[in-house]
């Protein structure tokens, strides 16, 4: 079965500077990730999927993911963080199910809290 | 605008009691989801569906049914509430079977007392 592990529950970051929240996966076969977020009080929004071609996916709000499979990591990256990117962010992997469909298996979720 | 619409924001209701959450989907897309959000849990998978009048089981059925009569709605029921099933459920859609992405509803936050 495939699986996402996100190793930090929160990640604290200032203004301005780089951040990274970590995913790592187990898949058999090759990986189709994603990240999603989730601000206070709203559903979940896509941000980026790697499904195959470069390592480094560009997605929304400025935030993109590297793809790496030698670490069977893929984590979510932004160069300047921003107040309003303080959220809950998702990775999550797909896995078949019957009939050619499937599943997003989903991590734990990391809180990302940007301070002023 | 896509948009996936759940019928409440907040809910409290009694132990024992049947309840009805309804999702609206306003996309045409055939695959639906019902998933629950616990903290440090992620999202699991309680049933989905990829076509009108047909459903699956995800990973934690138990407890819970679904119906969905018309393409555009998906609606989960709690058959006998129960204080374990406080949580926070959400509802998604997405197009086509390789479910690369989906849109989800605000969510519904149960209480069950």
């Known amino acids: 079965a495939q699986s996402v592990a996100q190793p930090e529950d929160q990640v604290n970051v200032a203004e301005g500077n780089p951040l990274t929240v970590k995913c790592t996966y187990s898949?058999?076969?090759?990986?189709?990730l994603f990240w999603y977020v989730q601000y206070p009080n709203r559903g979940l929004q896509f941000l980026l999927k790697y499904i195959t071609g470069d390592n480094l996916v560009k997605g929304s709000y400025g935030f993109e993911a590297e793809f790496n499979k030698s670490q069977t990591s893929f984590h979510l990256k932004k160069p300047s963080a921003l107040v309003s990117d303080s959220a809950l962010y998702f990775c999550?992997?797909?896995?078949?199910?019957?009939?050619?469909?499937?599943?997003?298996?989903w991590g734990a979720g990391t809180k990302l809290i940007i301070k002023p | 605008d896509v948009k996936v619409t759940q019928s409440s924001r907040y809910l409290v209701k009694r132990t024992g009691e049947k309840v009805f959450l309804e999702c609206v989907q306003d996309m045409d897309h055939e695959n639906m989801f019902w998933y629950r959000q616990d903290p440090g849990l992620g999202l699991r998978l309680i049933y989905f569906?990829?076509?009108?009048?047909?459903?699956e089981k995800g990973d934690i059925p138990e407890g819970y049914s679904v119906s969905r009569e018309k393409k555009e709605r998906f609606s989960l029921i709690l058959e006998s509430a129960s204080t374990n099933q406080t949580s926070m459920y959400l509802c998604?859609?997405?197009?086509?079977?390789?479910?690369?992405?989906?849109?989800f509803g605000q969510g519904t936050r149960l209480t069950v007392v």
């Open positions: 998604a859609s997405s197009l086509d079977p390789m479910n690369t992405e989906a849109f």
């Open positions: 999550a992997v797909r896995e078949p199910l019957m009939d050619s469909n499937y599943q997003l298996i």
């Open positions: 569906s990829y076509d009108v009048k047909m459903k």
């Open positions: 898949v058999s076969g090759n990986p189709y």
